[in-house]
């Protein structure tokens, strides 16, 4: 005779019901995988997308697109492409959004098929689009650890130190203009 444990757990319907049905979740997250790599490999080969081309080619497509700033929320691709038909054919519109709220950020990408185009593109800086006034600029190249501006920071940045005097209140105040959390010991106040 079987124990009565064996005989239970393989005439459990509940039991076979979760385990056909995980054998369901890992046959399609199997699938989902195999569909994303499907995918990475056509961006990777495709023209229109950036993630896999060399320096020189993501300089060459940064040439021919435009950034436009103060876009409005409720913007959408079709409604800037509209707005930027007169200065030739656009390959892609982007717009940007919050990775965690999902939200428009407030500015976008325009890439045409010519150089020629960003330049026409230009005289429609200040223009209005959906009641606000628009900045358009060339978009920019960014190099991988190049900084235009010298923000500081780092290992050569001091602060000064806590009760030396800064010209906000007295050295025996903590320097900040507000009485020192450790008074200093030794001075002697009657009033």
């Given amino acids: ?9 393989s005439d459990d319907p509940e039991l076979e019901a979760i385990r056909a049905r995980v054998k369901e979740m890992e046959e399609e997250a199997e699938k989902l995988k195999q569909m994303q790599d ?7 080969l495709s023209p229109s997308g950036t993630i896999g081309l060399s320096p020189e080619e ?3 497509v940064d040439a021919r ?8 929320y409720s913007a959408t691709a079709n409604d800037l492409e509209q707005h930027f038909h007169g200065c030739g054919s656009i390959n892609r519109v982007t717009i940007l959004c919050d990775k965690f709220s999902g939200h428009p950020k407030g500015f976008a990408y325009i890439e045409f098929a010519d150089k020629d185009s960003v330049q026409t593109a230009m005289a429609l800086d200040d223009s209005l689009f959906k009641g606000r006034q628009i900045k358009v600029n060339p978009k920019r190249t960014n190099t991988p ?4 501006t010298n923000r500081g920071g780092g290992r050569g940045f ?7 005097y800064m010209g906000r209140g007295a050295p025996w105040m903590g320097g900040y203009g507000r009485p ?5 010991r030794g001075w002697y106040y009657p009033y």
């Fill in 1 to 9: 005779m079987s124990s009565p444990s064996t005989n239970e757990n």
């Fill in 38 to 44: 499907e995918v990475e490999k056509q961006i990777s």
């Fill in 58 to 60: 993501k300089k060459e």
């Fill in 65 to 72: 697109s435009i950034y436009v700033g103060n876009v409005d």
């Fill in 145 to 148: 650890g190049m900084s235009l």
């Fill in 158 to 164: 001091s602060r000064p130190r806590r009760g030396a």
């Fill in 180 to 184: 020192s959390r450790f008074p200093r």
